[in-house]
């Protein structure tokens, strides 16, 4: 079985998201995967498996667990289709366990159509509000959980206490703040992603996240297109749109090596 590691959500090597992605030829058993993921240590490893209608059959797995969304592995997994498989169409359709994904191959990377995650105030919770001080506001963000600080330098100086955090009732914890950037190219939010309970201590880069983050600061900043950057240790940026309720997320990606799987 043939296997690539992806640089997600970046233009060069050793920054975004690592990815490994894995071509299915036959059979293989959930344990059978969550082994391989636990062998590649990263935080995502995504199954690849053509199926007879065209579409492909997509899951993800950390060292941990099977995750139920995942952006960074799923532009890696197109990136590979049309870098190393060389597919023809434009346009990918993926089966998942959040239903049918879509992937199309743009000039200057690739765009994915997620679902949008809406955001939910929450109103005392004093357990989230224990993790961080000075919050500006705590959300429900699906299966994760989101609070706002002050500014950037306090997103990014964050320490997160990881025991608390995993002890949290969700995925994972979003940590963001705006920038005050004006559109364009510019950054307009920033974030990071802690998720210790799923193997993953800080993601570098993570798209499902964004898919929450796209509604929050849309409601806040009025507008459907803006762009995020993750202030990870690797970094990475990810573009995002929303269209009624799916968000669109584009990035590039990089291929860093591949091999086979015996």
Known sequence: ?????????????????????????????DA??????????????????????????????TP?????????ATLAAAHVLWQQCAI??????FETRSGELAASFLADGIALEFPLVVTQPLAGDTQLRGVADNILAT???????????????????????????????ARGLIVTAKTGGGGGNQVDFVSRFFAPAAGIDEDPVTGSAHCALAHYWSQKLGRETMRGRQLSTRGGE????????????SGQAVTVMGGEIF
């Open 88 to 93: 023809a169409s434009t346009a990918l359709r």
């Open 32 to 61: 059978e995967m969550q082994s391989l993921a636990a062998e590649f240590s990263l935080s995502e490893t995504a199954y690849l498996r053509l199926l007879a209608d065209g579409r492909y059959s997509l899951r993800w797995f």
């Open 238 to 249: 990810v573009g995002v749109a929303i269209a009624g309720d799916k968000v669109i997320l």
């Open 1 to 29: 079985m043939k296997y690539y590691v992806v640089d997600a959500f970046s233009t060069e090597r050793f920054a975004g998201n690592p990815a490994a992605v894995c071509l299915l030829e036959g059979e293989m058993s």
């Open 139 to 169: 959300c429900r963000a699906g299966e994760d959980l989101l609070i706002e600080l002050a500014d950037v330098a306090t997103v990014q100086s964050f320490i997160p206490d990881l025991a608390a955090v995993s002890a949290l009732p």
């Open 64 to 72: 941990l667990i099977e995750v139920n969304l995942c952006g960074h």
